[in-house]
């Protein structure tokens, strides 16, 4: 799958209903009222931008300005991130994100993520970098910290390297769940 299509599906679940008003509102010199009127989802609006070629992945800075004018700081940071680190492609030997393990653990950890994420080796940067983009969202903070990880580690990034972590936190219960 390609990246670009990943992050924009992300920001789009990202957005409320205002947000997706004030984006159609400030793309109208671009796109025509009929499409506007149309589009119902931040995915239907990005569709568009895409085919106009208004975005692309080597072409953020439209997108950027849309998201600074919405105030979504967070969603500018994860696009610079995603500019800075360059397209990844998803090879054969990267680790599933979907993965089981990934789900129940980003299910089963609670407040104490970061010392899970600090145990598998991930800098301090990395993991304020995750939070400053999703602030609000735990959730999201360990699933991206954890996706983080398995890109850092590549074919390194092991389930069992997961519950040797887990265990070394205190965190038997989960790490017999992950076993599972």
Do not use: Y
């Not at 924009?8 to 796109?31: A, G, N, T």
């Not at 950027?64 to 995603?82: A, G, H, W």
């Not at 969202?137 to 069992?160: C, M, T, Y």
Request: charged share 30%; hydrophobic share 40%; proline share 2%.
């Amino acid at each position: 799958m390609d990246p670009f299509l990943i992050l924009l599906h992300s920001f789009s679940s990202s957005l409320s209903d205002s947000e997706v008003s004030s984006l159609k509102f400030l793309c109208r010199e671009k796109i025509g009222k009929r499409k506007l009127e149309a589009v119902q989802s931040g995915v239907e609006l990005f569709i568009i931008l895409l085919e106009q070629q208004l975005i692309a992945s080597s072409k953020v800075s439209f997108l950027e300005k849309l998201l600074e004018n919405i105030r979504r700081e967070d969603l500018v940071l994860q696009l610079k991130q995603f500019v800075e680190e360059g397209e990844v492609t998803a090879d054969d030997d990267q680790p599933d994100v979907h993965e089981k393990p990934i789900e129940v653990i980003c299910e089963n950890v609670g407040r104490d993520w970061r010392m899970l994420i600090r145990k598998l080796g991930l800098s301090e940067v990395k993991i304020d970098r995750i939070v400053a983009a999703n602030p609000f969202n735990l959730h999201e903070q360990l699933f991206q910290s954890l996706r983080e990880w398995q890109k850092w580690k590549g074919k390194d990034a092991k389930v069992i390297n997961l519950i040797r972590a887990l265990r070394d936190c205190n965190m038997n219960l989960v790490a017999d769940q992950v076993e599972e």
